[in-house]
T-cell receptor
Framework: ETGVTQSPTHLIKTRGQQVTLRCSSQSGHNTVSWYQQALGQGPQFIFQ???????GRGNFPPRFSGLQFPNYSSELNVNALELDDSALYLC????????????FGEGSWLTVV | AQSVTQLDSHVSVSEGTPVLLRCNYS??????LFWYVQHPNKGLQLLLK??????LVKGINGFEAEFKKSETSFHLTKPSAHMSDAAEYFC????????????FGTGTSLTVIP
């Protein structure tokens, strides 16, 4: 157990809809990163939040957005869902940005139909 | 630029025999390197990490990896495979100027034959 919790664990959405995924970081961790893992692939970095500010972003369009709250929990929002957004979305927390070890939650499985 | 290449997409070993999962990295700077394991329908668990200290790194569950700068490799080994080792393994690189992101390989699926 890493202490990183994500919700919901599974959900199904229709193309064009919007989705919000949630993550509670490990106690004391102020940095949250989000990754997308398509079936059969390695995780791809979406973005990172450090002390409530975006602190790095991967190659994802603006319809992927996020928030980090004062308690360091985080949300990932995806607008205008596409079929290719179907994936496992992983949240990871760490004590600080940069090269610190990151600890993953078990993920949220999103299916877009 | 940072990247990792996992040289085998699938590896099968018999229970009790050694495990070797190969990883080569590309990094413009001194990298941090990690191995993570993912069991079916589970999140990612850290096995071990290298961050410029000892080149031979010991991790959990009997796994270890050796950082070889001259070969730009970070192969994962275990002397004796156990059935519970069957999983997906990811080699990961991070480092300065990576935009705070971890770069994952495409994964190696390990099968352990009884």
């Amino acid at each position: 157990e890493t202490g990183v919790t994500q919700s919901p664990t599974h959900l199904i959405k229709t193309r064009g809809q919007q989705v919000t995924l949630r993550c509670s970081s490990q106690s004391g961790h102020n940095t949250v990163s989000w990754y997308q893992q398509a079936l059969g692939q390695g995780p791809q970095f979406i973005f990172q939040y450090y002390r409530e500010e975006e602190n790095g972003r991967g190659n994802f369009p603006p319809r992927f957005s996020g928030l980090q709250f004062p308690n360091y929990s985080s949300e990932l929002n995806v607008n205008a869902l596409e079929l290719d957004d179907s994936a496992l979305y992983l949240c990871a927390s760490s004590l600080g940005a940069g090269m610190d070890t990151i600890y993953f939650g078990e993920g949220s499985w999103l299916t877009v139909v | 630029a940072q990247s990792v290449t996992q040289l085998d997409s699938h590896v099968s070993v018999s229970e009790g025999t050694p495990v070797l999962l190969r990883c080569n990295y590309s990094s413009s700077y001194s990298p941090s390197l990690f191995w993570y394991v993912q069991h079916p329908n589970k999140g990612l668990q850290l096995l071990l990490k290298y961050t410029s200290a000892a080149t031979l790194v010991k991790g959990i569950n009997g796994f270890e990896a050796e950082f070889k700068k001259s070969e730009t490799s970070f192969h994962l080994t275990k002397p004796s495979a156990h059935m519970s080792d069957a999983a997906e393994y990811f080699c990961v690189v991070s480092g300065p100027n990576t935009g705070n992101q971890f770069y994952f390989g495409t994964g190696t699926s390990l099968t352990v034959i009884p």
